[in-house]
């Protein structure tokens, strides 16, 4: 599951060994008005075919996949560049939360790419600018507005069993300092999952297995 705004291209580097594993990619789709994000869960749960099924999400696909592990067996549940708990939510967005100025976030400028990736990577690259239009192609003002509500409203307080936390150090979304038992990725940002590739690609698979 892929973090806000983004499609499964970001995943478009991770290759693993296609004789144990089968990948597959979930896409995020409009919500319905007042959805709670367990409802959401439940539906995107109806997309999922398979048994002995690991879940992988990304920033907000990492929250999205604990929810789902709520309602479906899972084998092993992986949050990459995410949180775990309420409590690992950085200053800002708990701030954000007892203030209401999430509500003022101008997410009506959602065309504008700089934005949008500035919201969704917590990084504004004019390089990758390019990047940024192909990897962001949720921007539907109603989804963006619910989604950062979902975020700054997360009441989790424990986290799930079997849930593999992966983090990079230099994650300035969420930062390191709020992020407790996971394991630490060596100058990996909030967009690891697509310049740290490599990582992913050696340690995935034995992750999954053990």
Not at 157 to 168: D, S, V, W
Not at 176 to 187: L, P, T
Not at 200 to 208: A, Q, V
Request: charged letters at 25%.
């Amino acid at each position: 599951m892929p973090g806000m705004a983004a499609n499964p291209s970001i995943f478009q580097y991770i290759k693993l060994p296609e004789d144990e594993f089968e990948m597959f990619f979930l896409e995020w789709f409009v919500p319905e008005k007042e959805e709670t994000l367990a409802a959401y869960a439940m539906r995107m749960t109806k997309k999922i075919k398979h048994d002995n099924i690991v879940l992988i999400g990304v920033s907000f696909g990492g929250i999205l996949v604990q929810e789902m592990a709520k309602i479906i067996s899972v084998r092993k549940l992986f949050v990459i560049s995410s949180v775990k708990t309420r409590f690992e939510l950085p200053r800002r967005m708990k701030l954000a939360k007892a203030t209401k100025l999430y509500k003022l976030l101008p997410t009506s400028l959602v065309n504008n790419i700089e934005v949008l990736s500035k919201f969704a990577f917590g990084d504004l690259a004019t390089k990758r600018l390019e990047l940024y239009e192909q990897y962001l192609s949720m921007r539907d003002k109603f989804y963006l507005d619910w989604s950062i509500e979902q975020i700054i409203n997360w009441t989790q307080e424990e986290p799930l069993p079997n849930t593999i936390h992966i983090h990079g150090d230099k994650d300035m979304v969420f930062p390191m300092q709020h992020i407790e038992n996971c394991i630490v990725v060596k100058g990996g940002t909030h967009i690891m999952i697509i310049n740290k590739y490599k990582w992913f690609n050696k340690n995935l698979p034995k992750l999954i297995n053990e």
